[in-house]
C-alpha cells in the first residue's frame, strides 16, 4: 500500500525505521526481529540504506522480507550523493521488481574527501525516481534545521523544492524537543508546504546511542534527558526503563498536539518497539477509531 494512502484513511500514522544487516552477516539474524516487528504490526517499516556511506546496502532485500515474506510494507530509503546515475537506477529497478511502493528519497552524507558526483541534492535524485517508478516518494526534514544549512529560512525554502518535485509525505530528523517539532510545524505550514509529517522519536535506551548517532544529528539534548542519563549511564536496565517513559511521554504529547504521524526509530530493538507500543497504542487506537474494547 502506498503510504500516502494511509495518511488518507489514518489520523495518526505509526511506523518503525530498521537497519539492515552488514554485508557479510548471516541474513537469517534478523528474522526473530522482523518477526516480532509483525507481531506489533506498525502501518509500515523503513530501511536505512547505505548508512555511513557504504554502497553495498542490503536495503531492497530487506525490504523484499518485510513485503513477500512477513507481509508488512516497506519504505525502502535511498541514498545518492555517493552513486552515479546508473547505480541509483538499478538500486530502482530492483525495487519495482520487489513491488516496493513507497521509496524515502534522501541525498546521504557525502564521503569525506570523495570528488562532487552527479547528484547533490535529495531534489535531484526526486525526479529519477518519478521517472522510473511508480512509487510514493518521501524525503527528509529536519526540525531543528540540517546541520549544513545557513538558517531555518534557507533549510525551509530548500525543503519546499522537494515537496514541489512531487514528495507526498515528509519524515523528521529526531528530536527530543516538541516545542522544537510544534514551532518548526507552524513555520513549513505558513511557508506552504502541507504534505503529511511525521515525527520522528527516537527512544534513548542505550550508553552508546548518546555519544554516536545523537551527536551526529546534532539534536538538542534537553535537561531532563541529561539528568537521565547522568543518573543511569552504566545502570543498562533503568536507562532503558527511563528512555521508553520519555519517548512514551514524548508520543503520547505529539499525538494530544494533533502530529500526522509517529515514526520510531528502533534501531531493530523489537522489544524497546513493543514496550512503547502497548503504552501508546490504546490512545493511538482511539484517535484513529479503530478500538475495540
Ligand atoms: P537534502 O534535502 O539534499 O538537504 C541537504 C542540505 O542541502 C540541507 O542543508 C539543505 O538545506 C540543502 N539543500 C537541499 N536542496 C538544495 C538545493 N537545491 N540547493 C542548495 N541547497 C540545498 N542517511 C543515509 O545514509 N541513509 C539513510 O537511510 C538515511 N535515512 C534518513 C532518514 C531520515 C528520516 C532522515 C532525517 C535522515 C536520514 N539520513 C540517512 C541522513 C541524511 O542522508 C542526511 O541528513 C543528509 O545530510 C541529508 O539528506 P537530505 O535528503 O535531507 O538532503
Same mark, same amino acid.
Given at each position: 500500500m502506498k503510504i500516502s494512502k494511509l495518511f488518507e484513511s489514518k489520523k495518526a500514522v505509526y511506523s518503525f525505521e530498521i537497519f539492515p544487516p552488514k554485508? +557479510? /552477516? /548471516? &541474513?537469517? $539474524? &534478523?528474522y526473530s526481529t522482523l518477526e516480532s516487528i509483525r507481531d506489533i504490526a506498525p502501518d509500515y517499516v523503513s530501511v536505512t540504506y =547505505?548508512?555511513?556511506? =557504504? $554502497? @553495498? =546496502?542490503?536495503t531492497a532485500e530487506i525490504a523484499d522480507l518485510l513485503k513477500n515474506r512477513y507481509g508488512m510494507e516497506p519504505l525502502a530509503h535511498l541514498t545518492c550523493v555517493n552513486s552515479t546515475r546508473k547505480e541509483v537506477e538499478e538500486a530502482i529497478e530492483k525495487l519495482n521488481l520487489i513491488g516496493v511502493e513507497n521509496i524515502l528519497a534522501l541525498r546521504g552524507d557525502r564521503i569525506e574527501g570523495q570528488d562532487k558526483g552527479e547528484f547533490n541534492y535529495a531534489s535531484d535524485l526526486i525526479p529519477v525516481i518519478k521517472r522510473l517508478s511508480n512509487a510514493d516518494i518521501g524525503a527528509a526534514c529536519y526540525p531543528e534545521g540540517h546541520?549544513? =544549512? $545557513? +538558517?531555518m529560512v534557507e533549510d525551509i525554502r530548500n525543503l519546499k523544492k522537494k515537496v514541489d518535485l512531487g514528495v507526498t509525505h515528509l519524515n523528521t530528523q529526531l528530536f527530543f524537543d516538541n516545542d522544537v517539532f510544534l514551532n518548526f510545524m507552524d513555520k513549513v505550514r505558513l511557508a506552504g508546504i502541507d504534505v503529511p509529517i511525521q515525527a520522528g522519536i527516537m527512544p534513548l535506551v542505550k550508553k552508546s546511542q548518546f555519544g554516536g548517532i545523537v551527536r551526529m544529528t546534532g539534536a538538542g539534548i534537553p535537561t531532563k534527558i541529561a539528568r537521565m542519563y547522568a543518573r543511569f549511564a552504566d545502570d543498562p536496565q533503568s536507562l532503558e526503563d527511563a528512555g521508553v517513559a520519555y519517548a512514551t511521554d514524548q508520543i503520547i504529547d505529539l499525538l494530544s498536539a494533533g502530529v500526522q504521524g509517529i515514526h520510531l526509530y528502533?534501531? @531493530? +530493538?523489537a522489544r524497546v518497539a513493543r514496550r512503547i507500543t502497548e503504552n501508546i497504542k490504546p490512545i493511538l487506537d482511539r484517535i484513529n477509531g479503530e478500538d475495540r474494547s
Open positions: 554485508v +557479510n /552477516d /548471516d &541474513i537469517s $539474524k &534478523i =547505505s548508512a555511513g556511506g =557504504s $554502497k @553495498n =546496502s542490503r546541520p549544513e =544549512s $545557513k +538558517n528502533i534501531m @531493530n +530493538n
